[in-house]
Nanobody, 118 residues
Framework: QVQLVESGGGLVQPGGSLRLSCAAS????????MSWYRQAQGKERELVAT????????NYADSVKGRFTISRDNAKNMVYLQMNSLKPEDTAVYYCHAFIIYLARHAWGQGTQVTVSS
């Protein structure tokens, strides 16, 4: 059973940091591209960052470049999103996403709320 479980969300002040984690199971993690998406209230879900199955150079949305870092640990089946210099506009539900290449299948986590407010 494919499963993605996010953790690490919460309330943080502007300028603060959070680290999101996503635990993957039920598929070959090292053969899957991993991403973080977010969806703010009343807005469409948007891609935040992507990292290939082999690691390599990640891709980021322009709005988070230089502030967010995506990383993965294939030995632990984990993907992370380090978020620094957080802004109120980063407030959203953050979702972990996997594209399982050998199944040609997309999988989503349940989401974790990030709120940036003073």
């Amino acid at each position: 059973q494919v499963q993605l479980v996010e953790s690490g969300g919460g309330l943080v002040q502007p300028g603060g940091s959070l680290r999101l984690s996503c635990a993957a199971s039920g598929f070959t993690f090292s053969s899957s591209a991993m991403s973080w998406y977010r969806q703010a209230q009343g807005k469409e879900r948007e891609l935040v960052a992507t990292i290939a199955y082999s690691g390599g150079t990640p891709n980021y949305a322009d709005s988070v470049k230089g502030r967010f870092t995506i990383s993965r640990d294939n030995a632990k089946n984990m993907v992370y999103l380090q978020m620094n210099s957080l802004k109120p506009e980063d407030t959203a539900v953050y979702y972990c996403h996997a594209f399982i290449i050998y199944l040609a299948r997309h999988a989503w986590g349940q989401g974790t709320q990030v709120t940036v407010s003073s």
